[in-house]
Structure formats: C-alpha cells, structure tokens
C-alpha cells in the first residue's frame, strides 16, 4: 500500500502555488505516494491515515492553533509546513510589529517536523530571524511542469515590443507600478500586455486610462500560448518568496525584468534584468532598454537555466518524502 500524503491547502485559486502543487501530484510520483488534496477543516476533528501532512496556507494566531489540534490528534503523521507565502519582502511591506509576527512563526515551524523553503532568498531570510531549527528545515526550489513551455518557438522581433505580465491582481503583484512606468514611456515602441483577474482589476484599469500602450487581456488559462506573444515578460512584485513566472518565462526563452526582491532575485542570471521594487522609474527604463539585438541570446540561456529544473524538483521530493516516510 502507498504512503498517503495529504495536501492542505484552502484558496485553490492560488495559482503558482497550484500549479506547482497539481504538477506534484500528478507526476510519476503518485506511482509511489498517494497524494491527496484536501481542506484542514474536517481534518482537524479527526484522526487520519496520512503518513504526512503538509501545509500549504499563510500561517496565522488562528491556523496555529488548528494546527497545534491537528498535530495532537494525528501523532502518527509527520507535519510539514510548505512556506509560500512570507519573506523578507513580505515582512517589509505588511509587518509592523515585527517581533509579533516572527513569535507567531516561530511557534507554528517550532510544531511542525518539517518546514520546506521553496527559494534560496527565503531560506536566507528564515535563517538569518532564526524562525526555524537548521535540522528541519529544507529548501526544494519550487518549480512547475515545463514541457509545453520549453515548446515556445522564438518569436521575430516586430515594433511594437510586447511585454507581457501576468498573475492575480493584487498588491503583491506590483501592477500598478508597472502602469506607472508605462505612463513614463509613451512614445516607446513597447506595448505592454496584461494577463489576468483579481480584487484590484477595476484599479489597474482605471490607472491605465489614456494608455494607448497597455491591453488587458483577461484571464489566461494557457500561459504558453500568451508568452508565444510576448518578446519579454515583466515581473514587477513587491514581495515574491519564489516567482514561478519567472522560471515558466525563461522556459519559454523570454527575457526577464523582475524585482530584485527575495526569490526573484534568483531569476535572472544572464538573461534578463533586476530592477528596485516600487520604483515606476527604474521599471521604465529597463523596459525601455530592452536589448533587442540580444534577445534570442539571452533567452537561451534563460532556457539552459531552468533545463531539468521539473525533474531535480521531483527529484528532492521524492528523496524528502522517502526520509520522512522511513
């Protein structure tokens, strides 16, 4: 019988999160585990057969203690909380009372067995508040499925250059400083090409009225064929613990301008550029000095470094899953 491995996550409407998390499950590992996606709900009034648990929701006062009945009632399983969501981004934009919050992390990683980073930026930053024991944490750089992007074909240079953004519209994402900087460059031969839906949608539209270089294109359900029409993507967030987009970009061979902000700053090695966050300036003139000439290049070694990324992130999976599960 397969070891069954629980994944509890509220919001399925997370989309890297879910993307990352459905391309798990339905890898050639659900030959050895049992992998099952669930909500912490019913779980936390009973007991389970579940090998493992893994978290997949923000951690809060409330979740702590859900999390603390849970573990108590199921003493056979291994806890493993998967950090998505906080950084040292995060901690910069939305903590005011940092001692606060990190006492609630520690105490939810300090109940857990495991606690998995998903990028080098945020095992840095876990580190460095001591948020976690060193022996239980694990870093497993998330990644995706990629096939149908490395399948991308080059796209010929043509004025206008599209720029393409996409993700759910929310602060996090920094929409609306990338309409700043495009409101900076309106004689620029670039179109920008927005994908996607959210809370704050009716803003980013209203802050893009008058911009005759910005189309929003709405939700996205193919994100290979939208990057089929775009020469660069720009990943313009306030706070990103991995930044899948930019990994699903580089397969797809195109360049990358990204934040230089927690994980992100691990996108670009060679093939794209690191800009501040909230700086609408700086964001337009790196779109506006996209380097044309260059762009096949760069979006070759963008390739090259995200080839095997799928399979050495299955790979440490199924090397962390065998430990625990021993």
């Not at 359900?221 to 720009?234: G, M, R, S, Y």
């Not at 990943?235 to 699903?248: D, F, K, L, T, Y």
């Amino acid at each position: 019988m397969k070891p069954r491995i629980l994944h509890l996550i509220s919001d399925t409407k997370m989309g890297g999160i879910m993307s990352a998390l459905k391309s798990l499950t339905t890898s050639y590992l659900k030959d050895k585990w049992d992998f099952v996606i669930g909500s912490s709900k019913k779980l936390s009034n009973n007991k389970s057969s579940f090998k493992v648990i893994i978290f997949h929701d923000s951690r809060n006062w409330k979740r702590l203690l859900k999390l603390l009945i849970i573990k108590l009632k199921n003493p056979q399983s291994q806890i493993v909380i998967h950090e998505h969501h906080y950084s040292e981004g995060f901690v910069q934009c939305n903590v005011p009372n940092k001692s606060r919050f990190y006492l609630m992390l520690k105490l939810s990683y300090g109940l857990a067995d495991w606690v998995v980073a998903i990028s080098y930026g945020q095992e840095k930053w876990l580190k460095e508040n001591r948020l976690v024991s060193a022996k239980k944490l694990v870093l497993i750089q998330q990644c995706r499925a990629l096939n149908d992007f490395f399948t991308v074909p080059p796209k010929p240079i043509e004025k206008p250059l599209i720029v393409g953004a996409y993700g759910r519209f929310h602060p996090q994402k920094g929409f609306d400083t990338l309409l700043e900087a495009m409101k900076l460059i309106p004689n620029s031969p670039i179109k920008l090409r927005i994908a996607g839906e959210g809370d704050e949608e009716t803003k980013l539209k209203q802050l893009a009225q008058g911009l005759n270089n910005v189309e929003f294109i709405g939700r996205v359900d193919n994100v290979p064929e939208f990057l089929q029409t775009c020469d660069a993507v720009a990943i313009p967030s306030r706070w990103e613990p991995m930044g899948i987009v930019g990994v699903e970009a580089k397969a797809a061979g195109r360049f990358v301008i990204a934040t230089e902000i927690d994980g992100l700053t691990e996108q670009v090695a060679h093939c794209g550029v690191l800009v501040p966050p909230q700086d609408p300036e700086k964001l337009a003139q790196a779109i506006a000095s996209i380097p044309e000439q260059d762009i096949e290049a760069l979006a070759k070694i963008g390739r090259q470094s995200v080839e095997g990324a799928w399979e050495k992130y299955l790979d440490e999976w199924d090397t962390f899953l065998s430990q625990i599960t021993q």
